[in-house]
């Protein structure tokens, strides 16, 4: 393959895991925009939606119809999740939310292993994803075409859920002043619980693109989107949707770089690298790059 | 220190020893290897009580100065033999040394803490759960780079061989140092500080409190015993990986801090004691046990599952744990005392 | 149509109100006046469900509605201007408007109440697509008081809406509150600006640290000796 190829090629690539990432990080960055939290459980409800997948076509359902199945159930365990442990603690300080989240996440992992299996157990991918895509000298996989067409039908949506609806008006009121919704009248409890569905359906969806790469299904599953869908509304800034797809696909484009160009060795570390920028990015722009929260820093 | 003091920190001593001589005396095996489990546990919450209670700062991934600790006094005291055989690729330095328990837990805690100081300098500035994510980040870069530096570490192979150096007497020694600079810390000036800087940034600020200078002492400091708890389990499970130290262990510690009392010394320690016996009877009940005619099926994660739980409750309804700021009074015995002495003169009187 | 009585309010350990009692008929305009800090505020905040009082009562058309949630507030038909405005700043101004009218359906009534606020205020049609925060401090307030009438409000509670305003707008929004108050909206306005409140005010109360300790009519309260001296005698010497 030429070096173009091999270029775009790795641009695919990056494209590829940016929209997994980008799935992931914007259910996150919906939530914190409005609760000022930080739902570490935001990757097991994504697991929780993969696994109803699973179940869904072992109980003979074809798969798409699964799939929205894994959606719906994804959401309404995100919904769940709020009302039980999260609404309780509305206005508790923001860390108190976030180690909450983790003992969810404890919980919920657990659980999954105690009435399912510890083990991983395969995910059905649909045959017609199951293959490659032959442009030229590249070969790519159908699966990555899907996730990166589905991200942008699914930002598409999104965005108009979010800026022409009502409740999507409502939302970002209710996250750009608390004190000025509750005067108009918004239920913020109503929004909170829209806002948790939404982000939850979104991990669900993006549950069948994580898991259709992997191949299979396993209970600790959601920590890597939890981890990267964070890592990537710091790029992008808290509080900013836009800034959070963005930052997923500077999430994906560094990786796929530093696996791709560094040797062996170092690209091994890559992980590492990414937090360090990441940390050097709380430092330098403690707002990321499209970010609205004002004061991080002492 | 007041005569009431030095009262109080003998009846502590007191009631360690007495556990620990007991312990010494009766105690068979299972039931030592228990005593020392919590006893590390309570190191590990108490060191984070001083990073996190009393600053306010949650340092999620404190867990990875553990992890240093453990690897550093592992590599220190493992003995030439071993090192030549199984881990050939380590630098002709630490190839060649084989130190004492002693020395090598002192490094297993300076190296967190020089790590944390320079860390520390850099995400301190920053606000509550951006420091939370990013020690979080920390345990994940340690991890990795552990896990990746296999002539130090054995890679993602397990850290076998290391001495069984760890014993009641090692254990009691270093709780009753970490409690005792806990304590004297919360009770210093510095520890009137770390308090105000919780509870009001800005007032603190205005008062002129250097807040990143007293939340980096904190974490130093809480670094440093947080290693020194490493070795000690180092040199307890004698078998370890860089995944040892990572999610599950850093939720038990949290919880144990959570419930026991964030700004609590005696929270964190009682915390500790509390919930690392809870953990113990749950792992004896999960392979299924019988009431009667129930019986109930084995139910792995239990002991998880229940903390998990506490945990949230506490969340809910006591958000500050069981003791939030205050500490227990070791004198309370004394204060019983009076009562009933007072309760005998006044009937007495009658 | 508004009743308080006895009204106690704490912020935390701070006794803000200390056993307010007030009265709003319908169609009129009260104002509550009474120096920084006295708790004028702290009262409308209460009214409107932010705050929840300790004790006391507030009964809206014979209904009680101290435990009410804000949003059920606003649904019966009480609407809140508040100090510091609260306006959504990376909302357009079109959609702030918007938000004021949640609790009302969508349709011909939202058009018709768009373009009454429009006529009010023609500046907010102006700049209907901008952000409410690149508006400068006066059209804020006018989109302010404009997002709490979409909400088509019985009682209107306005606080100190002409603070840090230059003299013409605050002419322009006294305007504005006597159309209202012939249009039907029933209005309680919280004001440092005593002057131009008692003079459109048709009764008014005075505000002192939590305590009520005047009331009267707009133009009794206006040639109060006391109350010139506190509040109208430093006007006078402020008026250029």
């Known amino acids: 393959m030429s070096s173009l190829e091999t270029l775009l090629q790795q641009l695919f690539n990056a494209l590829t895991i940016g929209s997994l990432y980008a799935e992931a990080a914007i259910g996150l960055a919906m939530i914190f925009s409005i609760l000022n939290m930080v739902n570490f459980a935001h990757g097991d409800i994504l697991m929780l939606g993969v696994y109803s997948i699973v179940f869904g076509v072992a109980s003979g359902l074809p798969f798409w119809g699964a799939a929205i199945l894994g959606v719906v159930f994804a959401a309404l365990a995100g919904v769940l999740m709020e009302r039980v442990a999260y609404r309780p603690l509305r206005g508790a300080p923001d860390v108190a939310l976030l180690l909450t989240s983790f003992a969810v996440t404890v919980l919920v992992e657990n659980g999954i292993i105690m009435f399912v299996s510890p083990n991983p157990q395969p995910f059905p991918v649909p045959a017609m994803l199951n293959k490659y895509v032959s442009i030229g000298n590249l070969r790519l996989p159908a699966i990555d075409i899907g996730v990166i067409a589905s991200t942008f039908v699914l930002l598409a949506v999104f965005t108009l859920l979010v800026k022409r609806t009502r409740i999507g008006i409502a939302m970002r009121a209710s996250s750009s002043d608390s004190v000025g919704a509750h005067l108009c009248g918004i239920d913020i409890n109503r929004v909170v619980v829209f806002a948790f569905a939404l982000g939850s359906a979104m991990a669900g969806f993006a549950g ?52 791709a160009f560094l040797p062996t060795e170092y690209a091994l570390y890559r992980n590492a690298y990414i ?22 820093k002492l | 220190m007041s005569k009431r003091q030095i009262l109080g920190a003998l009846t502590i001593l007191f009631v360690l020893g007495l556990v620990f001589g007991l312990a010494q005396l ?17 190191i590990l919450s108490v060191s984070l009580s001083v990073s996190n209670g009393f600053t306010g700062v949650f340092s999620i991934g404190h867990v990875a100065f553990m992890a240093l600790g453990a690897y550093t006094a592992g590599i220190l005291t493992l003995p ?45 500035r920053l606000s509550g759960h951006y420091i939370a994510v990013a020690t979080l980040g920390l345990l994940v870069i340690t991890s990795e780079v552990l896990q990746n530096a296999e002539a130090l570490t054995r890679g993602a192979r397990t850290f076998t061989g290391v001495l069984p150096l760890t014993n009641l007497g090692w254990v009691f020694f270093w709780a009753v140092i970490t409690l005792y600079v806990a304590w004297r810390l919360k009770r210093s000036h510095f520890g009137r500080q770390m308090l105000a800087s919780r509870d009001d940034l800005a007032a603190a600020q205005a008062q002129g409190i250097n807040i990143l200078r007293t939340r980096l002492l904190a974490f130093v400091v809480s670094a440093f015993f947080t290693g020194v708890a490493g070795s000690l389990y180092a040199h307890f499970v004698l078998a370890f990986s860089s995944r040892t130290f990572y999610l599950p262990i850093t939720f038990e510690v949290i919880s144990m801090l959570v419930v026991g009392g964030m700004g609590s010394v005696s929270g964190a320690f009682l915390g500790a004691v509390a919930l690392g016996s809870l953990k113990e009877v749950m792992r004896l009940l999960e392979p299924g046990f019988a009431i009667g005619p129930i019986h109930v099926p084995p139910v792995y994660g239990l002991a998880q599952i229940v903390i998990a739980t506490l945990f949230i409750l506490v969340m809910i309804f006591r958000p500050k744990g069981v003791l939030g700021d205050r500490e227990i009074d070791p004198l309370f015995w004394m204060r019983w005392l009076k009562r009933q002495d007072d309760g005998a003169r006044l009937k007495s009187q009658m | 149509m508004l009743s308080i009585d006895n009204l106690q309010v704490y912020y935390g350990s701070v006794h803000a109100l200390k056993g307010v ?13 009474g120096s920084n800090g006295a708790g004028k505020s702290t009262l409308l905040r209460t009214i409107s469900g932010l705050l929840r009082p300790r004790s006391g009562t507030i009964a809206y058309q014979g209904r009680i509605i101290n435990s009410l949630k804000p949003h059920e507030i606003v649904k019966a038909g009480i609407s809140h201007c508040p100090e510091g405005r609260h306006l959504f700043a990376p909302l357009t101004v079109i959609e702030n408007l918007m938000m004021g009218a949640f609790q009302r359906r969508r349709g011909e009534e939202y058009d018709r109440d768009l373009r009454w606020v429009f006529e009010l205020f023609p500046v907010l049609k102006e700049r209907q697509v901008q952000p409410a925060g690149t508006l400068s401090g006066g059209e804020q307030q006018m989109l302010a008081i404009g997002r709490a009438l979409m909400a088509v409000p019985k009682l209107l509670l306005l606080d100190e809406p002409s603070l840090g305003l230059a003299p013409m707008l605050v002419s322009r929004i006294f305007e504005v509150l006597i159309e209202l108050r012939r249009t039907g909206t029933t209005i309680l306005l919280v004001e440092q600006n005593a ?21 009267g009519s707009g133009k009794d309260l206006g040639s109060n000796p006391a109350v010139v001296k506190a509040y109208l005698g430093g006007e006078a010497s402020c008026r250029v």
């Open chain 1, 208 to 259: 069948i693109g994580w898991a259709g790469r992997l191949g299979i299904v396993e209970p600790f599953m959601g920590l890597e989107p939890v981890l990267k869908g964070f890592v990537a509304c710091i790029f992008g800034g808290f509080g900013s949707l836009p800034g959070a797809v963005l930052g997923a696909y500077m999430l994906g484009g560094m990786e796929v770089m530093f696996t």
């Open chain 1, 275 to 296: 937090f360090v920028v990441l940390i050097l990015v709380l430092l330098l722009r403690p707002s990321g790059l499209l970010g609205t929260t004002a004061k991080e």
């Open chain 3, 21 to 33: 009692a007030l009265k709003v008929n319908e169609g009129e305009l009260i104002t509550v006046i």
């Open chain 2, 26 to 42: 009766f105690a068979e095996a299972y039931l030592t290897r228990v005593l020392i489990t919590i006893a590390i546990y309570a």
């Open chain 3, 195 to 215: 002057r131009m409140a008692l003079r459109i005010a048709d009764r008014g109360y005075v505000l002192e640290t939590g305590q009520m300790v005047l009331q």
């Open chain 2, 80 to 124: 030439l033999q071993v090192k030549a055989t199984t881990m050939q690729d380590l630098p002709r330095f630490l190839g060649t040394i084989q130190i004492g328990f002693l020395p090598a837990t002192l490094a297993a805690g300076l190296v967190p803490a020089i790590v944390a100081l320079l860390v520390g300098a850099a995400i301190l």
